[in-house]
């Protein structure tokens, strides 16, 4: 078994990758096998100390976010391996160990945590997955996050993304310039939305699966509205579509959406459901497998007149019982 070929050792680890304590003990067998392994097991942050190794020990020894230990130098370059980065979850690893301190003092230390993370971007040209959620980092003064990326290969291939809209709009400039292939595509709408956000989902050439909600007061469903035209551009490539929590904003949109195989409804207003009721005339989708009301459902009779037409082809039919 130890003797086998790279690309048999490959296909096999790559059985493994969600059994990551036996993927990790694969690393001590012997070099060839070491070498195969770790880019499986890091296909995303495996281990918050080693990851630590590739971020700037010196800024995080001067704001106290670790403590001036020896420490080698990384074997591998483990950057290029991964895939997937949640970056929250990276920055509430590195700092479990400070929950006592002040929120002020916390924040800030957030803060140090996030740009060093962000600096490593753009080294990750094999990225796949990104969830970024703490680009906003409130309650710090005079602080501004800077997103380091260039055009080159970084981000290139993103094809999921989750993300706020009040994140730093330069963010999504960035984004909209370099990545152009994302396919997954989920939104917590809060606060004005930043134009730079409307571009970058229209730059995208293959959207299948979009989900949005929107979190804040319900005033701010007029911004929220301003964004139809350049979600209904992917009429055509749209197959999952999740809405929720949507205030102020005319379900009638997703009429667009002709090839809709899966659809979410997360409403928990009356508003929503009263332009469902509009939808049940005209609205058709031949392609509809999946159809959820995840909160609430709409009154019996308006359902059923929408299954008249968009039923018969259902594989699934998930409804709350709560009826408005």
């Known amino acids: 078994m130890s003797q086998l070929p790279v690309d048999c050792l490959n296909e096999i680890f790559q059985y493994l990758e969600k059994d990551k304590i036996t993927l990790h003990s694969c690393l001590l067998v012997n070099r060839i096998w070491c070498q195969v392994s770790v880019r499986i097991l890091w296909t995303s942050v495996w281990n918050y100390d080693t990851l630590i190794t590739c971020l700037s020990k010196e800024i995080l020894y001067k704001n106290r976010i670790i403590t001036p230990t020896t420490t080698s130098k990384p074997l591998f370059n483990y950057m290029e391996f991964i895939k997937n980065l949640e970056i929250d979850d990276i920055i509430k690893n590195i700092l479990k160990n400070y929950q006592s301190i002040t929120p002020i003092n916390l924040n800030y230390k957030k803060y140090i945590v996030a740009q060093e993370i962000y600096k490593l971007l753009d080294q990750i040209s094999s990225l796949r ?30 094809s999921k993304l989750s993300c706020r809209s009040d994140i730093y709009s330069q963010f999504f ?19 004005n939305i930043p134009n730079e956000l409307t571009d970058l989902i229209s730059a995208q050439k293959n959207l299948k699966y979009l989900d949005v909600s929107q979190i804040g007061c319900e005033d701010e469903g007029d911004d929220l509205a301003y964004m139809i035209p350049s979600l209904t551009k992917h009429s055509n490539t749209l197959i999952k579509l999740v809405l929720s929590n949507l205030n102020h904003v005319p379900l009638s949109f997703i009429a667009e959406f002709k090839n809709l195989q899966k659809i979410d409804l997360l409403l928990s207003n009356k508003n929503g459901f009263e332009d469902f009721k509009e939808l049940q005339y005209y609205v058709n989708f031949p392609q509809l497998r999946v159809l959820k009301f995840s909160r609430k459902c709409p009154k019996i009779e308006l359902l059923i007149k929408f299954l008249e ?13 709560v009826i408005i």
């Open 309 to 321: 037409v968009n039923g018969w082809n259902l594989n699934f039919l998930v409804v709350m019982i």
């Open 173 to 191: 400039y960035q984004l909209s310039k370099i990545c152009q292939n994302i396919q997954s595509l989920k939104i917590h709408f809060i606060g």
């Open 129 to 158: 997955e990104l969830h970024i959620h703490s680009l906003t980092i409130r309650n710090i003064p005079n602080v501004t996050p800077t997103i380091y990326l260039r055009t080159g290969d970084c981000l290139k291939h993103l």
